[in-house]
């Protein structure tokens, strides 16, 4: 079975300075997505980035960029500039391809930033 | 688009009571997931949809829970009836369909259900 793991319970950073997030999984698969979603105070999950592990291109999007080691099986997530509205849970999750639809959430990780 | 809309954001009952929660998926997306988040168990899936089926409901936690797809816009979950176990945040999710399978996962706003 995969599963996700997000060592962090907490982190913290100074607004504008640069974090990241780290988190691990374990598959027996060659196809599969990796996701970062963000859950602020509001509960909403926020889809943040999204890597296809065929792509060996590391995906960003704006502020936000992954560092994707397939071999290691590690998808940390980097915040460059951050500011008040990052602060929130960050959950990191895999979606195999091809025939299991069932999204496996790590149990996440709470980032304050300090203003 | 409007995103994934679910109804009501908050619901307060006392047990025994029917619940039942709703949901509007965005438009086209073939996948339907109903999850739950608590703090003790994190996030469950509980059952999905794929093109208005239940394929998988090995997820929901009694027979007391029970979720309906009767068309491609709206699917229902209901408790019948509550125990203030269930006290948790409900969510819903659609994607679009792959030759693989499903793909990324959009979330609707959640709703917190409370049984007193």
């Known amino acids: 079975a995969q599963t996700v793991t997000q060592s962090q319970p907490e982190m913290s950073v100074q607004e504008a300075e640069t974090v990241t997030l780290s988190c691990t999984y374990d598959t027996s698969e060659s196809d599969y997505y990796l996701f970062w979603y963000k859950q602020p105070p509001s509960r909403q999950m926020i889809l943040v980035i999204r890597q296809e592990a065929y792509k060996q291109q590391n995906a960003t999007e704006n502020r936000f960029s992954v560092n994707f080691q397939k071999a290691a099986k590690s998808f940390s997530l980097k915040i460059s500039d951050s500011q008040l509205g990052d602060a929130a849970m960050y959950f990191c999750a895999y979606l195999q391809d091809f025939g299991n639809e069932k999204l496996t959430f790590g149990t996440g990780t709470r980032l304050t930033i300090i203003p | 688009d409007a995103g994934v809309i679910q109804s009501p954001r908050h619901e307060v009952t006392e047990m025994g009571q029917e619940v039942t929660l709703r949901c509007k998926p965005i438009?086209?997306?073939?996948?339907l997931f109903w999850y739950r988040q608590t703090m003790m168990r994190g996030l469950e899936l509980l059952i999905y949809f794929n093109n208005n089926v239940p394929i998988d409901d090995s997820g929901m936690p009694e027979d007391r829970f029970s979720a309906k797809m009767p068309n491609a816009s709206f699917s229902t979950l209901k408790i019948q009836p509550s125990e203030p176990r269930d006290s948790a945040v409900y969510f819903c999710a659609t994607s679009w369909g792959t030759a693989g399978g499903s793909d990324t996962q959009y979330f609707g706003p959640g709703t917190r259900l409370t049984v007193l």
């Open positions: 438009s086209g997306h073939d996948y």
